[in-house]
């Protein structure tokens, strides 16, 4: 069977937008992994994540901020595939307080809603890296931790 252009679309559109629920979630990565690529790369120009560089620690990093932030949730704005470059992009609003335990300090009560997007790149039906573009600086701000 040959995979066509539309095959391929659907295929790396249905396992971004199961990705990104099972991340935005705070999932982590025992349930991301089966989307990428076991070494899949992560990078962001975000203060917030220096040093975080695999997929992995990202899904990680994601399910932790759900334990002391209530009331998290995102909304997509767009999400598009673009299949001669094997990359799809997503671009949403995150949403949540600062109400628990954990974070850089105590909980402030404050609350942040901020954009983002990700462009995850394919190799094959899997997903290999992940930049994230955010501005955690203002999201930072409005949670009272900068």
């Not at 935005?24 to 975080?52: I, N, R």
């Not at 009331?71 to 990359?87: A, I, M, P, Q, W």
């Not at 009560?109 to 997903?127: C, H, M, N, P, V």
């Amino acid at each position: 069977m040959t995979t066509t252009m539309t095959d391929t679309a659907a295929t790396i559109t249905d396992t971004a937008a199961a990705f990104f629920e099972a991340c935005e979630s705070g999932q982590g990565w025992a349930t991301c992994a089966q989307y990428c690529h076991p070494d899949a790369t992560f990078s962001a120009q975000s203060e917030a994540l220096t040093g975080v560089t695999s997929i992995e620690a990202y899904a990680d990093w994601m399910q932790g901020l759900h334990t002391f932030m209530s009331d998290v949730s995102y909304e997509v704005k767009g999400f598009g595939t673009d299949t001669d470059r094997n990359c799809v992009v997503a671009y949403a609003v995150f949403s949540g307080t600062h109400t628990g335990e954990g974070g850089p300090l105590p909980a402030t009560g404050k609350r942040t809603t901020s954009d983002y997007a990700y462009a995850l790149q394919f190799e094959g039906d899997k997903i290999a890296h992940l930049t994230k573009v955010w501005h955690s600086g203002l999201a930072m701000q409005e949670l009272g931790w900068a």
